[in-house]
T-cell receptor, first 117, second 112 residues
Framework: GAVVSQHPSWVICKSGTSVKIECRSL??????MFWYRQFPKQSLMLMAT?????????EQGVEKDKFLINHASLTLSTLTVTSAHPEDSSFYIC?????????????FGPGTRLTVT | AQTVTQSQPEMSVQEAETVTLSCTYD???????LFWYKQPPSRQMILVIR??????QNATENRFSVNFQKAAKSFSLKISDSQLGDTAMYFC?????????FGAGTRLFVKA
């Protein structure tokens, strides 16, 4: 199946700083990518949908000025957590959707563990 | 609005036995997809099985099969011949309009 990578796999940053997470589709072009957040022992919560060349669509309750999403190419989307605080510590997962011929599949990255100290 | 409900937070099964995980959903979409994903301790999401809502036939994938009841909006996962490697979190998911919503998950323990 298709492969989605994330970088970094884990990051520790100081409170007040910004951190960028990259999501790449390695062997296919992804017009749509998704960003999820997962707290320990909880489910994946959709944060935003990222479309190549246009602004991201954020879910209700997600601060778009805090979680900046850029989808500059068909293989790369980035999530920047600005002015990070300890409550932003979480596991962030990206995915890329692919559809065609009546089927739809979502490929997930391995996730990025963010710890804000 | 889309919702996905998994009412079993934890389940356990003896190795080689069969277990069924429950999932119900609500949707306003006419065309949608349903999925079961496995998340092992590595936290990598792994697709277990998918079901297109327009297909009446229940999907099967080796030891994994679903019971898709469209009118009841039910989508349960049956794991046959459970193996120790099946121990993981299992998430039911609904995709409609290219937006995927996940259930709360069921933690499955397979006991030797």
């Amino acid at each position: 199946g298709a492969v989605v990578s994330q970088h970094p796999s884990w990051v520790i940053c100081k409170s007040g700083t910004s951190v960028k997470i990259e999501c790449r589709s390695l062997d296919f072009q992804a017009t749509t990518m998704f960003w999820y957040r997962q707290f320990p022992k909880q489910s994946l919560m959709l944060m935003a949908t990222s479309n190549e060349g246009s602004k991201a669509t954020y879910e209700q309750g997600v601060e778009k000025d805090k979680f900046l999403i850029n989808h500059a190419s068909l293989t790369l989307s980035t999530l920047t957590v600005t002015s990070a605080h300890p409550e932003d510590s979480s596991f962030y997962i990206c995915s890329a959707g692919e559809s065609g011929q009546g089927r739809y599949e979502q490929y997930f990255g391995p996730g990025t563990r963010l710890t804000v100290t | 609005a889309q919702t996905v409900t998994q009412s079993q937070p934890e389940m356990s099964v003896q190795e080689a036995e069969t277990v069924t995980l429950s999932c119900t959903y609500d949707t306003s979409e006419n065309n949608y997809y349903l999925f079961w994903y496995k998340q092992p301790p590595s936290r990598q999401m792994i697709l277990v099985i998918r079901q297109e809502a327009y297909k009446q036939q229940n999907a099967t994938e080796n030891r994994f099969s679903v019971n898709f009841q469209k009118a009841a909006k039910s989508f349960s996962l049956k794991i046959s011949d459970s193996q120790l490697g099946d121990t993981a979190m299992y998430f039911c998911a609904h995709t409609g309009g290219f937006k995927t919503i996940f259930g709360a998950g069921t933690r499955l323990f397979v006991k030797a």
